[in-house]
């Protein structure tokens, strides 16, 4: 773990970006079921009240019955509200209700931390855990980069897509300040790369040098495929299991596993 020989507990990664469209779902879908081919055990928890991820699991977030609503307001232990899909991997799902999260828990005191002591309390072991932000900077958001130990911020290769992120990475700065001192940004992850256009090509090669930032690799292709895989359930690794992107996300997969 990022916090330390002594510390057994699993990674923390969030995923976040508070502009939507950007791959964080897809991302944290593909990077955990090939976490999961690796050996690791995952678990992956869905903090979007839209619930993409759920769903691209084959999860129904209508019918679930307990989500992460219910840990955030404390009515339900993380380990009563895990399910295990198909994919390898345990999933912590969301549901509607979560929309209604962030107002419950604005009053709390030690609101950002609720995730964090959830995770903290949790009885079945994982390596990594994956966190899928929604597409904002609000409290849920501030839970995860709370209880993460680390951060990748997933960026399609756009002039347009930088903007918002001077104002992730303030936020950040301000998490590290006052919520969690040991929140590491790991890197930009470049996504819906389109190798053949110069213009994706430049954006790449200046966008760590401008937030002074790593940038993962290998950069993940833009591809059709991608597009077919939340419908039934499974994530690219097992519905285009040999494809580029399958693969991409395999070899970062493979990166980040020896900072685990
Ligand atoms: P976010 O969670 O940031 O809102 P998603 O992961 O939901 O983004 O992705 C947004 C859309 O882009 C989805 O329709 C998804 O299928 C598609 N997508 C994601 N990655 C790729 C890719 N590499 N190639 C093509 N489409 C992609
Ligand atoms: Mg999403």
Request: with cysteine; net charge negative; proline share 6%.
């Amino acid at each position: 773990s990022a916090r330390g020989a002594a510390d057994t507990g699993p990674t923390v990664i969030a995923l976040a970006n508070q502009k939507g469209g950007v791959a964080k779902t897809t991302s944290v879908a593909s990077i955990g079921a090939a976490l999961a081919e690796l050996g690791q055990r995952v678990l992956l928890v869905d903090l979007d009240p839209q619930a993409c991820l759920t769903f691209s699991l084959g999860v129904d977030p209508d019918t679930v019955e307990r989500s992460v609503h219910d840990v955030l307001t404390g009515s339900a232990e993380l380990d009563d509200v895990v399910v295990t899909c198909e994919e390898g991997v345990d999933l912590v799902p969301s549901a509607i209700d979560l929309a209604g999260a962030e107002a419950m828990l604005l009053p709390r005191p030690g609101r950002e931390y609720v995730l964090r002591s959830a995770l903290e309390g949790a009885d079945t072991a994982y390596d990594v855990v994956l966190l899928d932000c929604s597409p904002s900077l609000g409290v849920l958001t501030l839970n995860a980069l709370t209880a993460a130990d680390a951060l990748i911020i997933p960026m399609p290769c756009e002039m347009l897509s930088h903007r918002g992120v001077g104002q992730l990475l303030d936020t950040v700065a301000d998490v590290q300040k006052i919520l969690n001192r040991d929140l590491e940004v790991w890197g930009i992850l470049p996504t819906l790369f389109d190798g053949r256009s110069n213009h994706a090509r430049e954006v790449l090669a200046d966008v760590g040098e401008r937030y002074d930032l790593p940038v993962l690799e290998p950069p993940i292709p833009k591809t059709v495929r991608f597009a077919e895989a939340p419908a039934v359930g499974r994530s690219i690794l097992a519905t285009a299991r040999t494809s580029k992107g399958a693969q991409a996300y395999r070899d970062v997969a493979t990166g980040l596993l020896a900072r685990l």
